[in-house]
């Protein structure tokens, strides 16, 4: 229905109001829709910006989206109701559109619901699980059901006692030959299965992890995924055995309707365990077929899937900080003029390298979903590169989610009192973003897959078997830098890569050496700093390597090249001068040469990036309705739309709230 051609950005530039505003944007040294269209154009681009334009434009101009109040003014019970009911809409406006394609569906679904599309779980990681894991002839029954929305389900697998180890889940499947079913049970209460998303009141179905025990107890087959129905198709009650609320409220995500279940001898048929990879006939009988490795498809799907509502959020802050430091003023300078605040080279500091990390992610992110995607393609190709695929994709998110915690905390402080309101959109995004550091898997502990995944390549590097290693680390077999100085981009490239390889090649040996005295297992757990160090540094060198190359891509000498490679420079310089200790101690360079670029090179960056921070954030052309923002908004009228919030606000409804009424007639009680 959508089809691939160039469109319109959502602003002109004569659409800003605020004076201010518009002479950054007049200033600018590029053209903003040609880096557009450079950075997030095509249909294999994650961002297929054309494609996403359409579908902003379709699914904002429905009426729904004026009919409440902003939702820092609606109850939870409120704002749950109208999420329920725009995500419904959403999915049967995108059928009357004929919005079939996955991705765009899913975009559409999103921005329709305001980001809090009620049933994402399903849409993202369930279906894409009853695609990859169920059986043929399971895909054919269940499949339809659950894209047509009559099966409506979560992923359940974190339990009250156990997040991490999942081996230790304690939600039982016992199959019983003589009714041809699964009896499942949550029989303590730390098997409780706690915080799957949309459980609490929506789904009414789950696929469960529990363990798997045929043809009796005796015999445990280790963990399976089962389609569980929770709640009846017509009146939504939970079914009998089935106990199942919402937990209590969490630091953000409200709209998450997080759940917890817990199960009383609740049967399923035998042929609702996925059976793509493992299977259990009618005698009991379990058979291991299909290749494991699929699973790990599945994790990378959706954390790569979780990558992505990072990215979002990270650019809506530095859009919104930027904009709003383009037109605030503050403090006087001799000329007796205010100093807008984003000419501060203090502020500069704070938000530069936030747009320059921006920059670094989202390339990055284009370079390992097109990767993904196109590897997805060769299904022996697939398999064979999936590890490093694994390895990337909890690496990023590991990396990914705690820095954007971070940058988003930045650009809310950045932002003074006013990016403390709710109106300022960072509040929400802060907090959202908070909770990515803990879900799908906590950053440490990815961290520490991405770094055994960087031993065993290693240690293939050293018995010279590198025939089959992936090109992310490709740089593990090569010459160490052994220049002296960063001329270009590239010095920069070989400069982190050295230290990435030196750092994994340090800790493999030593790691090799106590292998005589000490079990693997504490091998690890007493390295397990450094190993998250070597996983972090390697993500480092995978972040520059990409923004490098994006570079290369961008036209020749063209303006657009020239911003991207300052962003290049800010990005890799300021993550360089963090990790400092790293480069001084493997004497890569003198802790003189990091000074001088802490303190002339990366502020004559800042200096040169001045003129087009607003064009840089305008690039990511989003619309005022997604970054639902007083302080970002397009046009700059931000003291106006943060009065009209204010004057919005339910508490202003009474000239004279009822409690001073009766304080001022005598007629309060006595507590
Ligand atoms: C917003 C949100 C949404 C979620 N949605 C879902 C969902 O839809 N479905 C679902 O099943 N679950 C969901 N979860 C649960 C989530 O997957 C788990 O919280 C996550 O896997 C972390 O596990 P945990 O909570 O048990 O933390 P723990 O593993 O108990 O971690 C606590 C601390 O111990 C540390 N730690 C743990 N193991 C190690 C180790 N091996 N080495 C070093 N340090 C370690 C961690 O770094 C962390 O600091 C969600 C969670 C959140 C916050």
């Not at 290749?291 to 994790?299: E, H, K, S």
């Not at 930045?410 to 403390?420: A, M, N, T």
């Not at 982190?496 to 090649?505: A, N, T, V």
Request: with cysteine; charged share 20%.
């Amino acid at each position: 229905m959508v089809e691939h051609c160039h469109t319109k950005p959502h602003y002109q530039i004569n659409d800003t109001k605020n004076i201010h505003l518009l002479t950054e944007r007049q200033s600018a040294t590029f053209d903003v829709e040609e880096l557009t269209q450079f950075m997030f154009s095509g249909s294999e681009n994650p961002f297929d910006i054309n494609t996403r334009r359409k579908l902003i434009r379709l699914a904002i101009a429905h009426p729904i989206h004026s009919t409440h109040l902003p939702f820092e003014y609606l109850t939870a019970d409120e704002h749950y109701s109208i999420c329920i009911r725009k995500s419904l809409l959403a999915i049967q406006e995108a059928n009357r559109l004929n919005i079939t394609n996955q991705k765009h569906r899913a975009w559409f679904f999103d921005i329709f619901a305001n980001y809090y599309f009620a049933f994402y779980i399903h849409t993202s990681m369930c279906l894409y699980a009853l695609e990859n894991i169920a059986s043929e002839e399971q895909k054919q029954k269940f499949l339809p059901l659950a894209q047509s929305f009559h099966i409506i389900a979560t992923y359940a697998q974190t339990e009250l006692g156990h997040g991490t180890d999942i081996r230790r889940l304690e939600t039982e499947a016992v199959f019983d030959r003589t009714t041809d079913s699964f009896i499942i049970n949550t029989p303590k209460l730390t098997s409780t299965k706690f915080w799957p998303g949309s459980l609490g009141r929506t789904v009414n179905h789950v696929l469960l992890m529990a363990q798997l025990y045929t043809p009796d107890r005796d015999h445990p087959c280790g963990l399976q995924m089962f389609l569980v129905q929770i709640r009846d198709f017509k009146t939504h009650e939970p079914l009998p055995g089935v106990e199942v609320g919402e937990i209590s409220t969490r630091f953000a995500h409200i709209l998450g309707d997080n759940g917890y279940l817990r199960l009383n001898n609740v049967r399923i048929p035998r042929t609702q365990m996925l059976m793509r990879l493992a299977q259990v006939d009618e005698q009991g009988n379990f058979h291991r077929g299909g290749d494991a490795r699929l699973l790990y498809g599945t994790m990378v799907h959706e954390r790569i899937r979780l990558i992505n509502s990072f990215l979002i959020a990270l650019t809506q802050a530095i859009t919104i900080a930027i904009r709003y430091s383009a037109i605030r003023f503050q403090g006087q300078n001799p000329n007796g003029n205010e100093t807008k605040i984003l000419d501060y080279p203090l502020q500069q500091e704070k938000l530069i390298p936030c747009l320059s990390t921006t920059y670094a992610f989202l390339i990055t992110f284009i370079k390992l979903d097109t990767y993904f995607n196109q590897l997805k393609m060769n299904e022996k190709n697939y398999l064979k590169q999936l590890p490093e695929l694994h390895a990337l994709s909890a690496g990023f998110k590991g990396y990914a989610s705690s820095v954007t915690e971070r940058l988003a905390q930045i650009c809310r402080i950045s932002c003074g009192g006013h990016g403390f309101l709710v109106a300022s959109g960072l509040v929400g995004i802060r907090n959202a973003v908070d909770g990515g550091c803990s879900a799908e898997g906590d950053n440490v502990v990815l961290l520490q897959q991405t770094a055994r995944y960087l031993l065993k390549v290693m240690q293939q590097v050293e018995e010279n078997n590198t025939k089959n290693i992936g090109s992310s680390v490709a740089y593990l077999q090569m010459p160490l830098w052994s220049s002296t100085t960063c001329m270009n981009l590239n010095d920069y490239c070989r400069l982190f890569e050295s230290r990435s390889q030196l750092l994994i090649k340090e800790i493999y040996t030593k790691m090799l050496e106590s292998s005589s005295s000490s079990s693997p297992y504490d091998i690890f757990i007493n390295n397990s700093i450094q190993l998250v160090h070597i996983a972090k540094a390697h993500m480092e060198t995978f972040f520059i390597r990409a923004f490098y190359e994006q570079v290369g891509r961008a036209p020749q000498h063209s303006t657009i090249a020239l911003a991207l490679e300052q962003l290049f420079y800010v990005f890799t310089i300021h993550t360089l001068c963090n990790q400092s200790t790293d480069f001084i101690r493997l004497k890569l360079l003198s802790a003189d040469q990091i000074y001088e670029l802490e303190t002339h090179t990366l502020p004559d960056m800042y200096a040169r990036l001045r003129p087009n921070l607003v064009a840089l954030v305008d690039a990511f052309d989003l619309h005022d309705f997604e970054l639902n923002s007083c302080l970002g908004r397009y046009d700059g009228q931000v003291y106006e739309a943060l009065m009209e919030r204010a004057r919005l606000n339910p508490s202003n409804r009474h000239r004279v709230h009822p409690v001073w009424l009766s304080v001022k007639q005598g007629t309060l009680s006595k507590l």
